[in-house]
């Protein structure tokens, strides 16, 4: 659906109508989203020509809440800054008579000034958090009551914004309602799990008058039935209680079980009502732990430890930004983690919305929400308006099990102060803020592990996990730079935190990590799939190594590295291709094995290679139990699987962490090829846990090429054409590969030994690889772009072809290219190349790759094309002993279409040049 037809089924509907706190929901409520009167202000003229009055002024647009008056989906569509103003008239009765009426707010962004029938009912500022206020006594029930919300964000520096340079979160843009509750009503409640069982609660009871009272805990259909008697004085009463879960169903992201009930209070008078709560909670505990005699700790669930195989979220939306624009959509994300095999996400610089931690919940997954930051300098006014927001998140969201971490800052942002020179720096007394927020945090809710900073610059001050961010490309270089940081990981140590601070035993783990900003200019959109896979068997290979955070789940703006496109379209990796059905899901699993080997190497045919392997465990499913490795050691021979050799063993699957398996001796295949070695762990009735593969390029050095393969052959490199005519033409990969876009062609004179003429020659056949041609920007102007300031990180919009990295991953989407053969003059086929793909198949188009940090083509590869030549005129070309052929894009390829890669020795998937067989 296009977005102006999403706007106008908005104008129908009420855009999402669901309740948004389903962990605490009342049953008497009216959700007020939809259209809305709307206005911009920006002279201010609002306040002082008192637009809240009945009398005002008509706003002269529409918008429809709960979207940002910047997203397409407000109808709006503006990145105005500044103020606006809302209004709409609701007429709304609570069902009780004598209830009290809440207008309810799930963020608005900044200051948020409310009037109910032209009465100011008061302020609010912060862009993230959820508020509310009690406009009992200005709500008429059997009238028309007009609501007016003035919104001023003017960006400021102390402003608690976020990264929003996406799209901005600028007014309403989450959901706004109305709700009833009785005159004495639970405020709050904390829920404090044990895996015992043993269940604390903390929380408030508003009384409007004092009076006896009971509190009821009722959940899983009566398994919790527990009541607390109180007796209520007027204004806010704190309570604390307790209650034993037997035999307790824990949460966790393979079971998430859920206590789902009610939360009640029955108060003595009939006239103040009954309050009853909807909501749920999980047992589980967090926490870190040491094991076996190690000296370092892992992180654990549930008192066990877990890798956390996660990734970042910006919880962007094209259409509505940072609104999602319906409940399935939200739910439809966490199925997308899951799916993946991800058990964790990092929420971005912001805390998510209370309906997709639900489905976090509900569905299991873990959840590190960070807190949103300024921008600016942290001076007074923006340590205030952080404290506050950051006490209404936690609040917030406490109760939520997925819920196991909060990061209080991230990367330094917002903590640099600049001295005379305009140098900035992280002075010690902002270090020293920074450790009493992060014991704020951990006296606030001691149930979760909070981060201090989630650092690129090593400074820690003092934190529950040491975590650290890297963009590096190459295998080498992640090698080397996780070793080092693991090397360097150790109680005492200095490394990683700053202003004298030392590491204490906090679990060790990866927050951010990938190839996006590792490469000059940004990765733009390339393929993930081959570094992807290395640089899990890196992580996965240290025994302390406790988890990491892929950035990111989808693409965003300017960052093309998602699992997904921003569209939620898939990505493929390619990894089935090597190994039958595997996917992303095999390289996050709990037990896994660990290819202890570069991606791809040279080696000779026939040569022995040893290969180590890791096992790496963090589940005890399979503790105790004998596991079968299986391996093999095959490669593509011209379209048929030709296998060098394979074995299975069995072996006992023992213990938590990381432990050396037996080299594996492998003998090389005695062709030219790109070999493949795959391991795959199953059980012994054959049930696949975990997959993995390697590869080598078998080179002989042959300049024809040795190939398993009947006849003769010669080789012709792809850039020896004689002659070609394209309105794009370009060589690359040091010449191994030529690009030629659009309409054009190729042409090859072919001079065949003198020898041919006196064989007896039936079948002249030509093979060689290629794949269509999709012309990007950059290929066009042939420039370079390299983005230079801060703004393209906040999301500065630009065309991902014109990066001087892309080559667009291979997804759903197709560029197909039809390409007549001709020899000698005449057509003998007219083939069909599907794609112009990039992903860990165009194995040579990395392994040949010059410079890790500026991308050639990447990951580039074509289709294996095998052509007979007719025999009609095989005997003519014989008896020349020569031939031209002439690959040929025609005219009348349609936009988007056209054009022929030819793949050479060192390029894309298999290591042939052009081939003329005859036999």
């Known amino acids: 659906m296009s977005v102006a037809e999403t706007c106008q089924s908005l104008e129908k509907q009420i855009p999402r109508s669901e309740y948004p706190r389903p962990d605490w929901q009342r049953n008497d409520w009216l959700n007020l989203n939809g259209s809305w009167d709307f206005m911009f202000d920006s002279e201010d003229k609002g306040n002082n ?69 032209q009465i100011l009912i008061g302020t609010h500022e912060g862009g993230y958090g959820a508020f509310e206020f009690d406009v009992t006594d200005v709500w008429n029930h059997e009238e028309d009551n007009r609501i007016v919300v003035r919104v001023q964000d003017d960006d400021e520096a102390y402003q608690t914004r976020g990264k929003q340079g996406y799209g901005e979160i600028r007014g309403i843009w989450q959901t706004v309602w109305l709700e009833s509750r009785p005159q004495n009503y639970v405020a709050s409640a904390r829920f404090y799990t044990c895996i015992d069982g043993s269940v604390e609660i903390t929380g408030t009871v508003q009384s409007h008058r004092p009076v006896g009272a009971v509190l009821r805990f009722f959940f899983d259909n ?25 035999s307790p169903n824990l949460w966790s992201t393979e079971s998430p079980y859920l206590y789902e009930g009610t939360v009640e209070l029955e108060s003595e008078t009939a006239i103040s009502g009954n309050d009853t709560i909807s909501t749920y909670f999980g047992i589980r505990e967090i926490g870190t732990a040491k094991f076996d005699g190690r000296d370092h700790k892992w992180i654990t669930l549930n008192g066990k430890p877990v890798f956390l195989n996660g990734t970042l979220d910006q919880s962007f939306i094209p259409d ?40 976090a919940d509900k569905l299991g997954v873990l959840v590190m929400e960070d807190m949103p930051c300024f921008w ?61 927020v992060y014991k704020w945090a951990k006296q606030e809710d001691p149930t979760r592990l909070i981060e201090d900073n989630s650092p690129c610059n090593y400074d820690h001050v003092e934190s529950d996990l040491n975590t650290w961010h890297f963009y590096l490309n190459g295998y080498e270089a992640v090698r080397s730079h996780v070793q080092e940081v693991v090397d360097k990981t150790y109680v005492g140590s200095d490394f990683n935190y700053i202003g004298g601070n030392l590491q204490t035993d906090a679990p060790l783990m990866n927050s951010e990590c990938g190839a996006v900003w590792g490469i000059e200019g940004s990765a733009g959109d390339s393929d993930l799939a081959w570094h992807y896979r290395y640089m899990i068997n890196e992580f996965r290979r240290h025994d302390k190594m406790c988890g990491f955070i892929f950035t990111e789940f989808h693409d965003v703006i300017n960052e093309f590295n998602g699992y997904y496109r921003m569209d939620r379209q898939e990505k493929d990796f390619g990894y089935s291709s090597f190994c039958s059905d595997m996917s992303l899901r095999d390289l996050h699993s709990p037990d896994f094995i660990v290819i202890d080997a570069p991606p791809c190497r040279t080696v000779l045919p026939g040569q022995a290679v040893e290969v180590p392997l890791l096992a790496s465990s963090y589940s005890d499913r399979y503790h105790g139990q004998t596991l079968q490795l299986k391996w093999e050691v095959y490669y593509d021979n011209f379209g048929d699987k030709a296998i060098a050799g394979t074995e299975t063993v069995n072996m006992e699957w023992n213990g938590y962490g990381v432990r050396p398996l037996q080299e ?27 997959r993995n593969f390697i590869t080598f390029d078998v080179r002989s050095g042959h300049s024809n090429g040795i190939y398993a393969m009947e006849g003769e052959w010669l080789s012709v490199r792809p850039a020896a054409y004689t002659s070609s005519q394209w309105e794009y033409e370009w060589k690359a990969l040091d010449d191994h590969k030529v690009n030629g876009a ?76 039809y390409v007549d053969v001709l020899v000698d003059g005449e057509p003998i086929r007219t083939i069909c190349l599907q794609d112009d793909p990039a992903d860990s198949r165009g194995v040579l188009s990395w392994h040949y790759q010059s410079n890790d940090r500026k991308l050639e083509e990447a990951g580039s590869y074509g289709y294996l094309q095998r052509i007979c030549i007719p025999s009609r005129l095989t005997a003519r070309i014989i008896e020349k002993n020569s031939f031209t052929l002439r690959l040929s894009v025609p005219e009348g390829t349609s936009e988007g279409e056209g054009g022929i890669a030819i793949y050479g020795r060192n390029t894309g998937r298999y290591p042939i040049d052009i081939i003329i067989r005859w036999k």
């Open 742 to 817: 659009s309409t054009g062609f190729f042409e090859y004179d072919i001079a065949l030994p003198e020898g041919i003429r006196n064989a007896s020659v039936n079948d002249i056949e030509v093979i060689f690889e290629a794949g269509a041609k999709a012309v990007l920007g950059k290929d066009k102007e042939m420039i370079a772009y390299k983005p230079s300031d801060i703004s393209y990180m906040h999301g500065a919009k630009m065309d991902p072809g014109m990066n001087i990295n892309s080559y667009f991953m291979s997804d759903e989407s197709c560029h197909p290219s």
């Open 49 to 117: 020509e008192e637009w809240y009055l009945a009398g005002c002024p008509t706003f002269a647009q529409q918008i429809h809440v709960p979207f940002s008056w910047v997203s397409p989906l407000s109808g709006i569509g503006q990145d105005v800054k500044g103020i606006a103003w809302y209004s709409r008239n609701v007429r709304w009765a609570p069902k009780q008579q004598e209830s009290r009426v809440f207008l309810r707010f799930g963020a608005v962004d900044y200051r948020c000034d409310l009037w109910v029938n």
């Open 664 to 690: 594996l001796q492998l003998t090389m295949p005695q062709v030219d090829a790109v070999a493949v070695l795959t391991v795959v762990l199953q059980t012994l009735e054959g049930t696949v846990i975990a």
């Open 222 to 246: 009566g398994v919790v039935d527990h009541r607390l008697k109180l007796e209520l004085s007027e204004g806010i009463n704190q309570f604390r209680t307790s209650f034993q879960v037997d």
């Open 376 to 436: 600016g300098e942290p001076d007074e006014r923006a340590r205030d308006a952080y404290e506050r927001e950051a006490k209404e998140i936690i609040q917030r969201d406490f109760n939520h099990p997925s819920i196991i971490s909060w990061v209080v800052f991230n990367e330094t942002w917002g903590l640099f102060t600049k001295d005379t020179k305009d140098k900035r720096k992280y002075l010690p007394e902002t270090q020293e803020w920074v450790r009493s």
């Open 320 to 359: 509505g930004y940072f609104t999602f624009p319906s409940e399935d959509y939200i739910r439809d994300e966490i199925w997308r983690l899951k799916r993946l095999g991800l058990n964790f996400v990092r929420i971005h610089i912001k805390p998510e919305e209370p309906r997709k931690l639900y489905w």
